[in-house]
């Protein structure tokens, strides 16, 4: 009984009208008539009002109620279904602007499924067309790749070497900075489990910076070296963000690399020429009362002896007086050598 009734309500024309012109999908069948002309036997509500047809349009060559432009593709594309004799899906994108549905500029992209009915013949009789609206869609989608278009370029333009990580600390990415200054690829150190780019002294340090960044922490201006391709040490002042999936969970961290190897080199000039004799290159008074400060501290702790022996040049002076301070700094680096 139930199912007598579901039939008697699917035959009923009424009801077939207003499900088709509730349909936000735009509906052509189409007959294909003897002289291969096209005409149209039934649109639903959002195809009519897409191109401004009406009741009268039916039975009318579409070329005739059609813009050129959009007769042109849609003659060709069921052209090829009737070819193919097989339903057939494309895409196009469609200037809209002259359409009288659409009062501003613009385009709009279509999803269009064509399905050609055959009769016992073998021969192509009608036509249907059901034309899915993606703009909104496609809009987000070219927001999107707008948007990581910009990033790309941000990302690749920075002078610091920046990397991504996933929560299982695999590199997933690196920017150009990162390729120039360290040598190394992102597909090279996908492939590398290894982490050859930290040093081994440096392993632990890193893992601890990890346990913070999945707390949630940015670790910022912490010292790291790395290793570069070529094997040479670079010094990086590094800052460390956490990433997040879509559900607020930590799933990674994002790395900032600054170059510093430079200013570390000036640093240790420095620190040679604060605690260095720069004629012997040997511990000057400053690094000597230092180490004797630390030494003394740990003689008194060990209850142990400690001896220090100092050396001197006997008539030192005469050598300068004789043969010129030259000579002198050469017998002073002599003997340090020999020492």
Same mark, same amino acid.
């Given at each position: 009984?139930?199912?007598?009734?579901?039939?008697?309500?699917?035959?009923?024309?009424?009801?077939?009208?207003?499900?088709? !012109?509730?349909?936000?999908?735009? /509906?052509?069948?189409? &007959?294909?008539?003897? @002289?291969?002309?096209?005409?149209?036997?039934?649109?639903?509500?959002?195809?009519?009002?897409?191109?401004?047809?009406?009741?009268?349009?039916?039975?009318?060559?579409?070329?005739?109620?059609?813009?050129?432009?959009?007769?042109? /593709?849609? &003659?060709?594309?069921?052209?090829?279904?009737?070819?193919?004799?097989?339903?057939?899906?494309?895409?196009?994108?469609?200037?809209?602007?002259?359409?009288?549905?659409?009062?501003?500029?613009? /385009?709009?992209?279509?999803?269009?499924?064509?399905?050609?009915?055959?009769?016992? #013949?073998?021969?192509?009789?009608?036509?249907?067309?059901?034309?899915?609206?993606?703009? #909104?869609?496609?809009?987000?989608? !070219?927001?999107?790749?707008?948007?990581?278009?910009?990033?790309?370029?941000?990302?690749?333009? /920075?002078?610091?070497?920046?990397?991504?990580?996933?929560?299982?600390?695999?590199?997933?990415?690196?920017?150009?900075?990162?390729?120039?200054?360290?040598?190394?690829?992102?597909?090279?150190?996908?492939?590398?489990?290894?982490?050859?780019?930290?040093?081994? #002294?440096?392993?632990?340090?890193?893992? &601890?910076?990890?346990?913070?960044?999945?707390?949630? #922490?940015?670790?910022?201006?912490?010292?790291?070296?790395?290793?570069? *391709?070529?094997?040479?040490?670079?010094?990086?002042?590094?800052?460390?963000?956490?990433?997040?999936?879509?559900?607020?969970?930590? @799933?990674?961290?994002?790395?900032?690399?600054?170059?510093?190897?430079?200013?570390?080199?000036?640093?240790?000039?420095? *620190?040679?020429?604060?605690?260095?004799?720069?004629?012997?290159?040997?511990?000057?008074?400053?690094?000597?009362?230092?180490?004797?400060?630390?030494?003394?501290?740990?003689?008194?702790?060990?209850?142990?002896?400690?001896?220090?022996?100092?050396? @001197?040049?006997?008539?030192? *002076?005469?050598?300068?007086?004789?043969?010129?301070?030259?000579?002198? @700094?050469?017998?002073?680096?002599?003997?340090?050598?020999?020492?």
């Amino acid at each position: 009984m139930n199912e007598k009734f579901n039939l008697e309500i699917l035959n009923r024309p009424d009801l077939f009208y207003q499900l088709i !012109n509730n349909m936000t999908d735009l /509906v052509f069948l189409t &007959k294909v008539n003897h @002289d291969k002309t096209l005409s149209y036997v039934l649109l639903n509500k959002p195809a009519k009002d897409l191109y401004g047809l009406t009741n009268e349009s039916y039975g009318k060559p579409i070329e005739k109620v059609l813009p050129k432009d959009a007769y042109d /593709v849609v &003659k060709s594309k069921y052209d090829e279904a009737m070819e193919k004799k097989k339903p057939i899906k494309y895409e196009d994108m469609v200037n809209v602007s002259h359409l009288p549905k659409y009062s501003t500029n613009g /385009v709009i992209y279509w999803e269009s499924t064509i399905t050609p009915v055959f009769n016992p #013949e073998g021969e192509c009789t009608h036509l249907l067309a059901i034309v899915r609206d993606l703009t #909104e869609q496609r809009m987000q989608e !070219n927001e999107i790749k707008r948007i990581k278009d910009r990033f790309e370029l941000v990302w690749n333009s /920075v002078a610091d070497a920046m990397f991504t990580f996933d929560k299982n600390q695999n590199i997933v990415s690196v920017n150009k900075a990162f390729e120039k200054l360290l040598g190394w690829t992102a597909e090279e150190l996908v492939k590398d489990k290894s982490r050859s780019i930290i040093p081994e #002294e440096d392993k632990e340090d890193l893992r &601890k910076i990890i346990e913070r960044v999945k707390s949630g #922490e940015t670790v910022t201006t912490h010292e790291v070296k790395r290793i570069t *391709k070529s094997g040479e040490i670079i010094y990086f002042l590094g800052s460390f963000s956490p990433l997040y999936d879509q559900n607020g969970d930590w @799933d990674g961290g994002v790395v900032a690399y600054k170059d510093i190897t430079e200013r570390k080199k000036y640093e240790d000039k420095l *620190k040679q020429l604060a605690l260095h004799d720069p004629l012997t290159g040997l511990p000057n008074r400053t690094y000597f009362s230092q180490c004797l400060t630390i030494e003394m501290d740990k003689a008194k702790k060990t209850k142990q002896f400690l001896s220090v022996l100092v050396l @001197d040049i006997d008539r030192f *002076k005469e050598i300068n007086d004789t043969y010129g301070h030259d000579i002198g @700094d050469e017998v002073i680096k002599g003997i340090c050598q020999a020492c």
